[in-house]
């Protein structure tokens, strides 16, 4: 596998107080499908956290939908100089989402935070 495609423990937001930070300090983006928090993290690499409530399905939705988002997270690391710990907290509409969809909606997030605008992008908007 492709190392820039691996996704390594250390890409991952492990711990409780880790999301808190992102939810308490981090920026918000509103996508149709997710809720993207972002927070500058200092450190050489980006995290990711996803958070899937049992509203969304039983376990292999929920775990079918975090498998999709990790993949779209793989595929899209920004390459920028800055790095993020990047939180989603999926909405229920994702379960039924196509995966180009999902994949639409963290590129769009991602540009709307690279270009730090408050205009209307697309289809996420930022808080």
């Given amino acids: 596998m492709d190392e820039e495609r691996r996704f390594r423990g250390q890409e991952r937001l492990h711990k409780r107080k880790q999301y808190l930070d992102v939810y308490g300090r981090g920026r918000k983006i509103h996508c149709p499908h997710f809720v993207v928090y972002?927070?500058?993290?200092?450190?050489?690499?980006?995290?990711?956290?996803?958070?899937?409530?049992?509203?969304?399905?039983?376990?292999?939705?929920?775990?079918k939908v975090k498998r999709r988002l990790r993949d779209v997270f793989r595929a899209n690391k920004p390459n920028w100089s800055v790095h993020f710990d990047i939180v989603l907290n999926v909405k229920r509409s994702a379960a039924e989402a196509v995966f180009e969809k999902l994949?639409?909606?963290?590129?769009?997030?991602?540009?709307?935070?690279?270009?730090?605008?408050?205009?209307?992008?697309?289809?996420?908007?930022?808080?």
């Avoid at 972002?38 to 929920?62: Q, W």
Wanted: hydrophobic share 35%; aromatic share 4%; proline share 0%.
């Fill in 38 to 63: 972002v927070l500058e993290n200092g450190l050489d690499h980006h995290r990711l956290g996803i958070t899937v409530s049992r509203k969304v399905g039983k376990a292999v939705v929920r775990n």
């Fill in 103 to 127: 994949w639409t909606d963290f590129r769009e997030a991602l540009n709307r935070l690279e270009k730090e605008s408050h205009g209307v992008s697309g289809g996420c908007r930022a808080q």
